[in-house]
């Protein structure tokens, strides 16, 4: 039997976690721009030097950077589990450097290029397909940053909690994504997000 998914649960936790603490949120928030945008803007002049001299490596180094960069964006969702799960608020960096390790970079990069592929290809068939894919495929991410299985597991771990819920995570998406489009409250949407994957996710599973 499905998990039933409650939008209204999902918010008040999300709400009460940040009243409850809300420095800590402000510090992942203005930690993850930092570490989004700083080597951004370093980085991309040197880059675009790079390709000038040597275009393969700048091949190399610019693949490397887009690994790099996906993993820093879900940064945010495996600091979050811990919180949610184990009311961790650890936030130096000996603590994320050893959250993110080689292999799970390659599989988040995956992971997006195939999800991306599939969303791009139920897009162009009538747009309808392409909604669903985004929706059951949703937590394919946090399922990979939660037990760092692989790939095909974890689309299809996605597939399977996502299963009688598809208009309440409709609801849900739509509130998530209109809260990260204001930035600041990135952190605050994302434990939302997370709040739902825990409500629909078995026992031990």
Sequence with gaps: MAHQLSIRKAI????????????????????????LFVPLIIGLPLLVFVTSLMPLAGLIVAFLALCTGISIW????????????YESKNLSLRHIFKLFRLGLMCKLFIAFILYTLLLMAGLILLIIPGVFVAIRCGFVFLRLIDTDCSILEAF??????????????????????????LIITVPVAL???????????????
């Design 12 to 35: 008040l936790y999300s709400v009460n976690a940040v009243v409850s603490d809300p420095w800590y949120f402000v510090k992942l928030w203005l930690m993850w721009i930092a570490i």
């Design 74 to 85: 879900f940064l945010p969702s495996k600091l979050l589990l811990n919180f949610y799960d």
């Design 156 to 181: 299809r771990k996605s597939y399977e909690i996502t299963k009688g819920n598809f208009w309440r995570l409709c609801g849900l998406v739509i509130l998530v994504k209109c809260l990260m489009y």
């Design 191 to 205: 434990l939302m997000f997370i709040h739902a994957y825990r409500q629909l996710q078995p026992a031990g599973k």
